[in-house]
């Protein structure tokens, strides 16, 4: 496996790549990776000849309160992990931006509702660290998780927008035993607050369950069920159809979730 920290190596790489008509696909992560980023692997890695794993915790994403400092990194076991799930390449910018750094893409209406108004900002840091990784990695075909739900819905109208060349595919949601969403930042939790971020699936499983009520009612029912909880403060409860999303905090860590209701 290929590790590359080098912005221009990593983008005269891919011009060599396609050069040679190579179809690259790319996997963005912010690395601590867990069964569901090797998840986004399989399921580009038999389309590909060349799968490319960016790592970088990207700063334009974080709010100045938020978890940018003691976001978990892992390096040694994230590229053990990328090679065992079979990627060519990682790229893991040691930074991005320079410091002058004055360019950002900023998509203006699916960005704001739902975490929009809780992660000022973050959609920003989103949208533009993607489109700079699009332009160093080339790839044709780019995949993403719909646990992040409000991500894809930005980074496909971004494309769409922009008239980047690059496929986005989705790929559903992991969850662990216990039914909860995966995510790296699931580390932070202690085993008193990993039962109470429990509360989160399981009341959203309720809202799939009760296919007789209306989608509104349904929200409104789950809301119901994460205020009463003690230790879990919610930030939001909505339906953007088809997908019923929430977010909520457990001490300091930040979780968000989303099912799709059927009817
Ligand atoms: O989903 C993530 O891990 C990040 O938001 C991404 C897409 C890698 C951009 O930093």
Redesign the pocket.
């Known amino acids: 496996m290929q590790i590359i920290t080098s912005p221009s190596e990593m983008q005269r790489e891919a011009i060599r790549w396609r050069g040679k008509g190579k179809k690259i696909a790319l996997v963005?992560?912010?690395g601590a990776l867990h069964v569901g980023h090797l998840s986004l692997i399989k399921r580009v890695r038999a389309s590909a000849d060349v799968v490319v794993m960016?790592i970088?915790?990207?700063p334009t994403?974080f709010g100045p309160k938020e978890d940018f400092s003691r976001y978990p990194r892992p390096r040694a076991r994230d590229l053990q992990l990328a090679r065992d799930a079979g990627v060519d390449c990682v790229f893991a910018p040691r930074e991005l931006y320079r410091e002058d750094h004055s360019t950002f893409v900023e998509e203006t209406e699916l960005s704001q509702g739902r975490c929009g108004p809780f992660r000022p900002g973050h959609f920003r840091?989103?949208a533009t660290?993607?489109l700079k990784?699009f332009n160093l990695v080339q790839p044709q075909v780019a995949v993403?998780?719909q646990k992040?739900a409000q991500?894809c819905d930005v980074?496909e109208r971004m494309v769409r927008d922009l008239n980047v060349p690059v496929k986005i595919v989705r790929a559903p949601l992991l969850r662990d035993k216990n039914g909860l969403a995966l995510s790296?930042r699931n580390a932070y939790l202690s085993p008193e607050e990993y039962q109470v971020a429990l509360e989160l699936p399981k009341a959203l499983k309720r809202a799939v369950d009760r296919k007789k009520l209306s989608p509104k009612v349904r929200r409104q029912l789950a809301w119901n069920e994460l205020q009463e909880k003690k230790d879990l403060k919610v930030e939001y409860v909505e339906f953007c159809p088809p997908f019923l999303c929430a977010a909520v905090r457990v001490g300091k860590t930040r979780l968000i979730d989303n099912v799709r209701l059927g009817q």
Do not use: R
């Open positions: 963005p992560t912010m960016s970088y915790v990207n994403q840091g989103v660290v993607v990784l993403f998780g992040d991500q980074i790296s």
